[in-house]
DNA sequence: CGAAAATTTGACATGACTCAACTGGAGTGG
DNA sequence: CCACTCCAGTTGAGTCATGTCAAATTTTCG
C-alpha cells in the first residue's frame, strides 16, 4: 500500500537529482514513486548476486557499492563502484534477458531505489525527454569507460593507483585492498607495496 | 546542391541498417539525406584529428577505422577500431565542446557518412524513436567496453590476442602490428612474439 | 580475549618492456 | 636489373615491474 504521499521521503533525493536533468511534472514523480522500491543494505550484503535472473537496476541514495565480475577461477575483478546518485546496472544481462553476469555488493550502509527495467522503459516512451537524459549520461559513462581502458593501456600501475585516489578518495577508505586492486588490474600485494612506497 | 533523389546511393545502406532498428518514413530518410555529407577516405587519411575543432560524428559504410590516443610520450594507443555499421565519434570532445581528444584514421579505403552532432540531436528531438535507438546501442557499446575493460583485468596478453582474433578477424588483415598490440596494451614486440608461438 | 579476515612482507619466478641489431619486402632511381 | 633506402616486423639480451607462494603481522569483530 502507497502512502498518500510518496513512499518515503528518501525518494525526494532522486527527484532533486533528476530535477537537474530533466523537469518534472507532480505526475512524473507519482509515477516515479510507483515504479520505484526503496532498499537498504548493509556492509557486505549482496545487491546483485551472479547467476541471478535479473531485471532491475538500482539508483544509489546513500552509501556505496562494489559491482565485480568472477572469472573461471574464482577471482573477483571489480568492475566500478558505484556511489551516490550512480546507477547499478548489469546492462549484459538485462540486453541479452540473461541471468546476472556480475555481482555487487554494498561497502557500508547503502540505500537504493529499485527500478524494473521494464517499468523504466515503459517510463521512456511516456517521457521522451528522460530517454534523452539517459542518452546523455550513457554518453557520459562511455567517457569514463574510454578513460579508464586508456589508463590502462597508458600508465604504470603506480600512476593509475594515484589516480583512483583522486577520482574516488572516498572508496580507498571504503573498500578493502582487494577490491582496489583488482580494479586497478594489479594483485593486492602489489598495491600494498605502492602505498608502503617500497616502489616509487 | 542536392539532387532529386538521395545524395547518393551510398547512404541507402545506412538506411537499411536503420530499417532494423527503427521504422523509416520517406520524409525521415529525407531529413537523414539532408544532414550527412558522403566521405570517402584512403589508407593512412585521417578522419578526425587530435586538437581539432570537433561536432561530428561518423557512421563506417565501407572500410575500417581506428581511432586511437597520443599520450604525453607521443606514443599511440588504439582505443577501438570501427568497422562497417559502426559509429566514430569522440564523446568526450563533443560532450565537453572541446577539440578532438582521439585521433582516427583509415586503414583502407574506407567510406562513411559525415552527420553534424547539432543535426543529430535535432533528429532526436523531431523522432524520439530514433533517440530510443540510440539509447539501446549506447547500452549495447558499455556492454562491450566493460568487456574489454575485464579482459584487460582477467586474461593474459596471450588470451586477449586470440580473444581479438575471434572479434576482429579482419582487423588482424588490415592493421599493422603496432595497431593492434597497442589496442591490447603489449608493446609490438612482445604481440610479435605472441604470434611466433615462442610463448604459449 | 581469541578466532578469522585482511594486510604486509620476503624470496623468488616470470612475463613483458627496453634498446638495439637484424631481416625482409616495397618502392625508387641509376 | 641491381643497389639503395625506408619501413615494418622479428629477434636477442638484459632489466624491471609485477605475480606467486608462503609466512608473519595487524586489524576486525563476535
Redesign the pocket.
Known amino acids: 500500500m502507497r502512502k498518500q504521499l510518496f513512499q518515503t521521503e528518501k525518494i525526494s533525493h532522486f527527484f532533486y537529482w533528476l530535477s537537474k536533468k530533466i523537469e518534472l511534472s507532480s505526475e512524473f514523480e507519482k509515477n516515479i514513486d510507483n515504479i520505484s522500491t526503496y532498499r537498504c543494505f548493509e ?2 550484503e549482496k545487491i546483485l548476486d551472479k547467476g541471478q535472473a535479473l531485471n532491475h537496476m538500482y539508483f544509489v541514495l546513500t552509501g556505496c557499492a562494489r559491482s565485480y565480475h568472477i572469472d573461471n577461477k574464482g577471482n573477483e575483478h571489480t568492475m566500478r563502484f558505484a556511489l551516490k546518485d550512480w546507477w547499478i546496472c548489469d546492462y549484459k544481462s538485462i540486453r541479452n534477458n540473461d541471468r546476472a553476469s556480475m555481482s555487487s555488493e554494498a561497502l557500508c550502509h547503502t540505500e537504493v531505489l529499485e527500478f524494473n527495467i521494464n517499468d523504466i522503459e515503459e517510463l521512456y516512451r511516456k517521457y521522451p525527454q528522460l530517454e534523452s537524459s539517459v542518452r546523455k549520461s550513457l554518453e557520459l559513462h562511455i567517457i569514463s569507460l574510454y578513460d579508464r581502458i586508456l589508463n590502462q593501456l597508458e600508465l ?3 600512476k ?1 593507483y594515484q589516480k583512483f585516489l583522486l577520482e574516488y578518495p572516498e572508496v580507498d577508505q571504503l ?7 583488482s580494479y586497478l ?12 612506497k ?2 616509487l
Open positions: 556492509k557486505g604504470t600501475a603506480k593509475r573498500a578493502n585492498n582487494y577490491h582496489i586492486a588490474g594489479i594483485t593486492q600485494q602489489s598495491l600494498s607495496r605502492l602505498r608502503s617500497k616502489i
